[in-house]
């Protein structure tokens, strides 16, 4: 039973435009948010992350957004580079309980020049 | 900050021998974790450390893993019999003592049951 679900599993942008990946969620308990990116044969490395008292969060390009009323979150890259191009993993940590991180399956980001 | 360190980086071993995996975390960093990914998946949780006390384990995926964190610092995952269906990439991950701190990933030990 999947808790956290990134529905695409690719994504193609052209460079210099706007990407937007998805994420939703199941369970109700989830109150912190974060997303990361990963190249291959690299671990995950975190990019940006939302507590559920907020509904935005910046930082540089990257922009995270939750709507805790449909359950689902995104995060916007302006503008995408080269760089950018990678596997981007939606995670999540419930209030309570187990103190681990829950991941979706991620999509992954080709960012075309 | 060095980063996260995991040793080795690949070990390729054979059904039903015994394996150790190494993490060194973050120095600063007091909580550690330790994750498996398989192909086309994301993360999967295994079980965490407090210092040296393991918090949850209750995730780990079978009586044959087990991990020890003895000292506060380094931590060894090890999996007794190892079968075809753990050959997957083992991620360690440390934190600060705060729920709202974002884990940081090690760069994985990819493990290869033949």
Not at chain 1, 8 to 36: A, K
Not at chain 1, 43 to 60: H, R
Not at chain 1, 107 to 113: A, D, E, N, R
Not at chain 2, 22 to 45: A, K, V
Request: hydrophobic content about 30%; aromatic content about 12%.
């Amino acid at each position: 039973d999947q808790q956290v679900k990134q529905n695409s599993p690719s994504l193609s942008v052209q460079e210099g435009r706007i990407s937007i990946l998805n994420c939703d969620y199941t369970n109700s308990m989830f109150d912190y948010f974060l997303w990361y990116k990963k190249y291959p044969a690299e671990g995950p490395t975190f990019l940006i992350s939302i507590s559920s008292i907020k509904d935005k969060n910046e930082d540089g390009r990257f922009t995270v957004f939750l709507n805790k009323s449909a359950k689902h979150l995104s995060l916007h890259i302006v503008p995408s580079q080269p760089g950018d191009s990678a596997v981007y993993f939606c995670a999540a940590r419930s209030g309570g309980g187990a103190d681990g991180l829950t991941f979706g399956k991620g999509t992954h980001l080709i960012i075309q020049p | 900050d060095t980063g996260v360190s995991q040793d080795p980086r690949h070990k390729i071993t054979k059904r039903g021998q015994n394996v150790t995996f190494r993490c060194d975390p973050i120095s600063e960093h007091n909580r550690l974790y330790w994750y498996r990914q398989t192909l086309g998946q994301g993360p999967e949780f295994l079980t965490y450390f407090q210092n040296e006390a393991q918090l949850e384990k209750s995730r780990l995926l079978s009586d044959r893993f087990s991990a020890e964190r003895p000292k506060g610092s380094f931590s060894t995952l090890e999996i007794q019999r190892t079968e075809q269906g753990d050959s997957a990439m083992y991620l360690c991950a440390s934190s600060w003592n705060s729920r709202i701190s974002p884990l940081h990933f090690g760069n994985g030990t990819r493990l290869t049951v033949t």
